[in-house]
């Protein structure tokens, strides 16, 4: 288990121009597998262009208490990218003149940002109504300061989504530390008792599963159906609903991939089971990414390859909604992630 | 032509075998998908069947297949160790309930 991020550890991959050769070149330009943007031409859906902004997901900093094997952020505690109050600023004058009704906050550990709290405090002030962070949960249970995030959460009645990427150890801890399966379990038992996730609470608590391997996840009903009968059953736990998520094939995960010789098998199956339906409603559609440094991108995976939006607007600092709406998306083979099956979102499925 | 009798990125192309016969491909992979979904059995407990059987009948693409499907339902490695175990032991029990015929030929022939 690595405790470093690839950019401490100096690995090639931590240059999102070497990832962005590794996706255009190879079982690509040999032809062997068709361009993203050859594929949803095919059913017309090529440019792929924004629909009404709903969500702005903020990166408000790489740091984290954990260093996933899969995470496309590379984040870890070693990173020092973190938004500063002048950028949260700049943030919360677009909340105030933007039509986008939900607040996806993610990081790195959001909550790891000395700002989060008061940043939280602002956006609720400025008229955000649907707050989403996304939690690691052991965040909770790394220092005595945060121990008090389940009650904070509550008082902003922040949606908390989660990551869970199994309901047994054995998995959990391989793919993101060791402990962290105790941690969680426990985190999640905190956020039950001040109500998060219980049978018609409105305090909303999701998990999300994303593989912990070259595979991609399968019928997120039926993975929701097993997580909720282990979780009820052996830690007395509840929750909401369970998001699904495809591993795209950036950073961390892109490095393992690769070093484990999955690279091309997990492109096939990608690319096998691309769903023209997924594209609608990809998140780009809906959803602007800010990074911790305010520029802005289609979503957060673009954000980690720095493909920065399409617009003359590219930064938060001149955000106009109306010339970013009229942009085309940004896309490339990573995309096939987001398209793969039943689609992968931020929110899981999407077709 | 591959200088072994498998090559991994064959199970990839196993689609391809419609090429040479039409109907009755295509009349395999409905049947073959229909069987696959959830119905009286769920999708997860069919996967496990078809792991079990894939080792019975040793092919190794089916292996490799029925490994990442399990993989992706969330099937654990212990869940997909004891299903080999059962195929396992009903395959070696077939050979041992061949015994019995084995100790009747002995006894009739036997004075």
């Not at chain 1, 984040?75 to 990218?81: F, L």
């Not at chain 1, 608590?205 to 909720?228: H, I």
């Not at chain 1, 999955?262 to 990809?282: F, G, I, K, R, T």
């Amino acid at each position: 288990m690595a405790t470093k991020s690839l950019k401490a550890r100096h690995k090639a991959l931590a240059d999102n121009h070497r990832q962005l050769e590794i996706l255009n070149g190879g079982i690509f330009d040999e032809g062997l597998l068709p361009y993203f943007k050859d594929k949803i031409a095919e059913t017309g859906q090529f440019p792929l262009k924004p629909k009404r902004l709903e969500i702005l997901q903020i990166n408000v900093g790489y740091m984290c208490n954990q260093v996933c094997e899969h995470c496309h952020v590379d984040a870890g505690p070693d990173r020092k990218e973190i938004m500063t109050r002048e950028t949260m600023g700049l943030c919360l004058e677009v909340i105030r003149n933007t039509g986008a009704h939900t607040l996806d906050l993610t990081g790195g550990a959001p909550e790891m940002n000395p700002d989060f709290r008061w940043f939280v405090e602002e956006a609720a002030k400025a008229g955000i109504q649907d707050f989403i962070v996304r939690s690691n949960l052991t965040i909770i249970k790394a220092n005595k300061k945060y121990h008090d995030l389940p009650e904070f959460f509550k008082k902003y009645n922040i949606h908390v989504v989660s990551s869970m990427p199994h309901y047994t150890r054995g998995k959990t801890d391989k793919q993101r530390g060791n402990g962290v399966f105790d941690k969680s379990i426990s985190a999640l038992q905190e956020l039950n008792a001040v109500g998060y996730g219980m049978p018609d609470s409105p305090l909303r608590l999701d998990l999300v599963y994303n593989p912990s391997g070259a595979y991609l996840p399968a019928d997120q009903a039926a993975l929701e159906r097993d997580f909720k009968k282990a979780l009820r059953e052996d830690f007395n736990i509840y929750f909401h609903n369970l998001f699904a998520i495809t591993n795209l094939p950036i950073s961390r995960f892109l490095d393992y991939l690769i070093a484990s010789e999955n690279y091309e098998d997990y492109m096939y199956s990608l690319v096998e089971a691309y769903n023209p339906a997924a594209v609608q409603n990809v998140m780009c559609t809906n959803t602007i990414s800010v990074s911790w440094d305010g520029w802005l991108y289609d979503c957060d995976f673009n954000q980690m390859l720095d493909l920065k939006v399409a617009s003359k607007v590219k930064h938060i600092r001149d955000y106009n909604e109306d010339l970013l709406n009229d942009r085309k998306i940004v896309i490339s083979q990573h995309c096939y992630g987001c398209t793969a099956g039943a689609g992968s979102s931020c929110q899981g499925v999407v077709a | 032509m591959a200088n072994s009798y498998y090559d991994p990125a064959d199970l990839r192309k196993f689609g391809k075998i419609t090429e040479w016969s039409e109907e009755l491909g295509t009349k395999f992979f409905d049947y073959y998908n229909k069987v696959f979904e959830e119905g009286a059995l769920s999708a997860r407990e069919k996967s496990l069947i078809a792991l079990a059987v894939a080792h019975v009948v040793k092919c190794p693409y089916c292996i490799d297949a029925y490994t990442k499907d399990g993989l992706q339902r969330g099937i654990t490695k212990e869940e997909m160790m004891e299903a080999v175990h059962a195929g396992a032991a009903i395959e070696s029990g077939a050979t041992l309930v061949h015994g019995v015929q084995m100790m009747n030929k002995y006894n009739k022939l036997s004075m």
